[in-house]
């Protein structure tokens, strides 16, 4: 097979509240990952619409993300940061990618399912595809890794079969046009970490979302120090005290979660923080990861807000990000071009 260049890309959904599933998940694995990897981080606004979106709303939620990006420690500068919508490349390679993937892949998405709900006949196609213009976010750069969360594993999949099948599919026309003998990478999720599925703080069976009806249920990076507290003081907690061993957290989940949260934002191992911790009870451990986490996203919030402040600066971002995405992206997908048989 053959050997491509390292190269990063992942996105993120601007929907509103950005929390901290999506900062510990996904955004501190960004921010390490520019150190060794050249990196393509986009906000995803087409994904964004395959729910109902305000327009407005949807607006101010691509400068949300891109600040916080910014405030996080992404480098725009040095790395590249765009909305999806801006480069066109990601909606046309997605409908080929529509042709190579199969409907029984898709129908096992689970993500479509948990989206759809019952009311499945009704879900927009757009939701259903979701997975094959994730797939081309991340090929039309031919990227090589893809940190993520846990809940986006299956997806990144179904990217991995779809640049399968189309590397099989057209080896020959492939190897005519002189593109080598694979055209795609396949795309390996970057998932570890204590906090790869943060979970709600109402209910530790329930992942952390922005489309929770609860407030309570997540920590966003833009809250307060005030709004901190008290949400990880109302978290749901067990009346048991925090054991000393990892194996004590089985069958616990809201103990697990909340020392899993802690362990990320001190960038420790659940077992340092249960060494720390073990015995005690949930009092004084949630008013040390009160303090952590205010230390940790406080002044992230601040700087969100600062940025925010100066929306044509941020547009200005996103602007030279996506030309600089379109070069890379609009040569591969001549190349996808030539690879089908089309004129151009
Ligand atoms: N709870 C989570 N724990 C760890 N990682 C998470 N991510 C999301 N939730 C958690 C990761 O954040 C990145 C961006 O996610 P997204 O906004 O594009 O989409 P999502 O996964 O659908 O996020 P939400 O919050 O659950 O949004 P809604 O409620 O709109 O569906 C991804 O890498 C994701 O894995």
Request: hydrophobic share 45%; with cysteine.
């Given at each position: 097979?053959?050997?491509f260049v390292e190269r990063v890309f992942s996105g993120v959904?601007?929907?509103?509240?950005?929390?901290?599933?999506?900062y510990?998940?996904a955004i501190v694995k960004f921010v390490e990952l520019q150190k060794t990897h050249d990196c393509l981080y986009c906000v995803?606004?087409?994904?964004?619409?395959?729910?109902?979106?305000?327009?407005?709303?949807?607006?101010?939620?691509?400068?949300?993300v891109t600040a916080a990006f910014i405030a996080c420690g992404i480098d725009p500068e040095k790395h590249i940061v765009f909305n999806q919508?801006q480069v066109?490349?990601?909606?046309?390679?997605?409908?080929?990618?529509?042709?190579?993937?199969?409907?029984?892949?898709?129908?096992?998405?689970?993500?479509?399912?948990?989206?759809?709900?019952?009311?499945?006949?009704?879900?927009?196609?757009?939701?259903?595809?979701?997975?094959?213009?994730?797939?081309?976010d991340i090929?039309a750069y031919r990227a090589t890794h893809v940190p993520?969360?846990?809940?986006?594993?299956?997806?990144?999949?179904?990217?991995?079969?779809?640049?399968?099948?189309?590397?099989?599919?057209?080896?020959?026309?492939?190897?005519?046009?002189?593109?080598?003998?694979?055209?795609?990478?396949?795309?390996?999720?970057l998932?570890?970490?204590?906090?790869?599925?943060?979970?709600?703080?109402?209910?530790?069976?329930?992942?952390?979302?922005?489309?929770?009806?609860?407030?309570?249920?997540?920590?966003?990076?833009?809250?307060?120090?005030?709004?901190?507290?008290?949400?990880?003081?109302?978290?749901?907690?067990?009346?048991?005290?925090?054991?000393?061993?990892?194996?004590?957290?089985?069958?616990?989940?809201?103990?697990?979660?909340?020392?899993?949260?802690?362990?990320?934002?001190?960038?420790?191992?659940?077992?340092?923080?249960?060494?720390?911790?073990?015995?005690?009870?949930?009092?004084?451990?949630?008013?040390?990861?009160?303090?952590?986490?205010?230390?940790?996203?406080?002044p992230i919030?601040?700087e969100m807000?600062r940025l925010?402040?100066d929306?044509?600066s941020i547009d200005r971002v996103l602007v030279d990000g996506a030309a600089r995405a379109r070069a890379v992206a609009?040569?591969?997908?001549?190349?996808?071009?030539?690879?089908?048989?089309?004129?151009?």
């Amino acid at each position: 097979m053959a050997k491509f260049v390292e190269r990063v890309f992942s996105g993120v959904q601007p929907t509103g509240n950005l929390h901290l599933g999506n900062y510990l998940g996904a955004i501190v694995k960004f921010v390490e990952l520019q150190k060794t990897h050249d990196c393509l981080y986009c906000v995803v606004d087409l994904h964004a619409i395959t729910l109902p979106q305000k327009p407005e709303e949807l607006k101010a939620n691509i400068r949300e993300v891109t600040a916080a990006f910014i405030a996080c420690g992404i480098d725009p500068e040095k790395h590249i940061v765009f909305n999806q919508s801006q480069v066109t490349e990601h909606a046309e390679l997605a409908w080929v990618f529509n042709c190579v993937a199969r409907i029984g892949w898709l129908n096992r998405m689970t993500q479509f399912k948990e989206k759809a709900g019952k009311d499945r006949e009704n879900a927009s196609v757009g939701l259903y595809a979701y997975p094959c213009l994730m797939a081309a976010d991340i090929l039309a750069y031919r990227a090589t890794h893809v940190p993520v969360g846990e809940d986006q594993k299956q997806h990144l999949e179904l990217a991995r079969d779809i640049a399968q099948k189309f590397n099989l599919d057209f080896a020959a026309s492939i190897a005519a046009n002189g593109y080598g003998d694979a055209f795609f990478p396949l795309p390996e999720p970057l998932i570890q970490g204590p906090a790869t599925r943060v979970m709600s703080l109402r209910d530790g069976s329930k992942k952390m979302s922005k489309s929770d009806p609860s407030d309570y249920s997540r920590i966003n990076l833009s809250d307060d120090a005030d709004a901190i507290a008290q949400k990880v003081r109302k978290a749901k907690t067990d009346p048991e005290p925090l054991p000393s061993e990892v194996e004590g957290l089985k069958q616990r989940p809201e103990a697990d979660n909340l020392v899993g949260i802690f362990a990320a934002l001190n960038g420790e191992t659940k077992l340092d923080v249960l060494k720390v911790f073990g015995g005690g009870n949930f009092s004084a451990f949630k008013s040390a990861l009160v303090d952590l986490a205010v230390a940790k996203l406080g002044p992230i919030g601040a700087e969100m807000q600062r940025l925010k402040s100066d929306p044509a600066s941020i547009d200005r971002v996103l602007v030279d990000g996506a030309a600089r995405a379109r070069a890379v992206a609009s040569k591969n997908m001549a190349m996808v071009k030539d690879i089908l048989g089309f004129v151009r």
